[in-house]
């Protein structure tokens, strides 16, 4: 939990340094807002909306070894308002992955069983390297340059061609063809044909949770 200030501010007493971090006003009406290292600091997108991702040149500036730094943004550092940030550690800006048949840059903490993965569809049934060296039982999807709704899988789901959306309160929904109908296994997810996890020369970015 922290107070906004209006300018530069650095968020310390984490434990760790993050390579994901989750941020929400606690006391005004605001957008989530979520950086990771994979991306880059600045490079900001919404959980709670279908937003592509945008540059935040006050947001979230710098993830340092004991928390991070912050500009001038209102949405997530207004001056005597209460934030709250949720934050995970990962493995810093990631490195290649090739295990799978779409090559990805993977940062994975296999410790806490979490990783963040980047890659570029292709718009044909593909493989992803996700680095947890076991299953990932969610996976939190999100198409960086279209407005495309977040796709959620969740093992207790129980299928497969089923997923849900981190920002919309639908029920589960299916479609075979967006994680091609296949459970993900130690080594890599994978993804179907649809646009949510693989149009061809979008980007996009993973979080992989195993339990």
């Not at 779409?102 to 044909?124: H, K, L, P, R």
Request: glycine share 10%; hydrophobic share 30%; proline share 2%.
């Amino acid at each position: 939990l922290y107070t906004g200030n209006a300018s530069t501010n650095a968020i310390t007493g984490i434990g760790h340094q993050p390579d994901m971090v989750w941020l929400k006003s606690r006391s005004f009406a605001q957008n989530h807002e979520m950086y990771d290292a994979v991306r880059t600091a600045t490079k900001r997108l919404y959980p709670n909306g279908s937003f592509a991702e945008d540059t935040n040149s006050t947001g979230l500036t710098a993830f340092n070894s004991d928390g991070f730094t912050l500009g001038s943004s209102n949405a997530i550092n207004k001056s005597g308002d209460t934030f709250v940030s949720w934050n995970w550690k990962a493995n810093g800006s990631g490195s290649s992955n090739t295990t799978g048949s779409i090559n990805s840059t993977v940062s994975a903490n296999t410790t806490a069983g979490f990783s963040i993965v980047s890659y570029t569809g292709t718009g044909s049934n593909a493989t992803v390297g996700h680095g947890l060296g076991v299953a990932p039982s969610m996976m939190i999807v999100k198409q960086r340059n279209s407005t495309e709704n977040w796709t959620v899988y969740h093992s207790s789901i129980g299928n497969p061609a089923q997923y849900m959306e981190l920002n919309r309160d639908v029920a589960v929904l299916t479609n075979s063809l967006v994680w091609n109908s296949t459970n993900p296994t130690s080594s890599v997810f994978s993804i179907g044909t649809n646009a949510r996890t693989n149009n061809n020369t979008s980007t996009y970015i993973a979080y992989c949770f195993a339990k």
